[in-house]
């Protein structure tokens, strides 16, 4: 199974209309955009490039992941980011009101890519990593997976986004906090030793990921001995969002071990986790 990775087409600038810019905890914000041009084009694991502004600043455009593509009589007509408000970006889209027009690039990057007879999946999130996960359980519920499990791990009750937006019904969500105040005290990566440990994750399973580099490298070092491959959605800053201004490289190994600079827009963002070289691993 597979599905279609479409960095070959060029770049699309376009505009939406603002359907609802809800509240889901008390610092993350879901905004339905109407975007029927764009939106049967979305496929799970891309992003868009958003304007947060129709004045200078922000200058640049913040990227999101495509959170969940909304459908109307079967037709795509729009798509939703989940996003946390950290900065002058993200304010100024969560002061954004229903009827307004949001510009947006997209959409960008390649789409997930699930082994051919995989039909169990792990998707891992830490904190607003989780923005990609329902789109990505939707795909595979649409392919006709259905054992899904999504492990989903933030800071405390203030950031935990509720379950309903996590995943599509269908779908097992094992959620941790770090401090205990919603689900299970403790790290995401815990869920993942467990699943290992009961042999209900094995390398013939499709594995998603998303969140800060630490859990990567976490997930990664737990994964690796077992030869369970999964698939990183990295986040690296970004400029353009389409490969023109260079500002978004991470470093990726090669088959033949050497490490070559990638970017994270246009080669990405989906990356096989593996293969990625983060700060401090060895050269
Ligand atoms: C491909 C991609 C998909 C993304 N998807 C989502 C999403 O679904 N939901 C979501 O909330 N965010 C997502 N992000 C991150 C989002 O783009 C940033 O949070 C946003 O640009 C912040 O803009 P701002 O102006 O509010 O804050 P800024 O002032 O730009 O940043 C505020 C703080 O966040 C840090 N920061 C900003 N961008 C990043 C980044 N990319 N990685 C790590 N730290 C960062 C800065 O260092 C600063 O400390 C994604 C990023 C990428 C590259
Ligand atoms: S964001 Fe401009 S090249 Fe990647």
């Known amino acids: 199974m597979s599905d279609t990775q479409s960095t070959l087409l060029a770049p699309v600038c376009m505009e939406g209309e603002i359907l609802e810019n809800r509240q889901v905890t008390p610092v993350t914000w879901i905004m339905k955009i109407h975007a029927p041009d764009a939106a049967p084009r979305m496929r799970a694991g891309q992003f868009v490039n958003l304007a947060t502004s129709v ?46 027009r949001i510009g947006f690039i997209g959409p960008l990057g390649n789409s997930i890519t699930v082994p051919d007879g995989a039909t169990r999946a792990v998707l891992i999130a830490g904190g607003v990593g989780v923005g990609p996960i329902k789109f990505v359980a939707e795909a595979l519920l649409a392919m006709g997976m259905r054992h899904i499990t999504v492990a989903y791990g933030s800071r405390d009750s203030d950031h ?37 440990t009961r042999g209900r994750l094995t390398p013939n399973d499709y594995v998603f990921t998303c969140g800060p580099v630490a859990m990567f ?28 201004c260079f500002g978004c490289p991470l470093r990726q190994r090669q088959p033949d071990g050497s490490v070559e600079y990638k970017l994270c827009c246009v080669d990405g963002c989906l990356f096989p986790l593996d293969t990625l070289v983060f700060e401090g691993d060895p050269a």
């Open 160 to 196: 935990c986004v509720p379950v309903k937006e996590v995943a599509p019904d269908g779908c097992r969500v094992l959620v941790c906090t770090d401090d205990g105040s919603v689900g299970r005290k403790g790290f995401v990566t815990e869920f993942v030793t467990d699943e290992i």
């Open 55 to 100: 004045d200078i600043v922000p200058l640049l455009r913040r990227p999101m992941s495509i959170h969940r593509v909304v459908q109307h009589m079967g037709v795509a007509t729009g798509f939703c980011v989940l996003y946390d408000v950290i900065g002058p970006g993200t304010r100024n889209l969560h002061a954004m009101k229903k009827g307004q």
């Open 217 to 244: 490298r976490a997930v990664r070092d737990l994964l690796l001995p077992h030869g369970i491959p999964a698939e990183a959605a990295t986040e690296e800053y970004m400029g353009c969002g389409f490969g023109v």
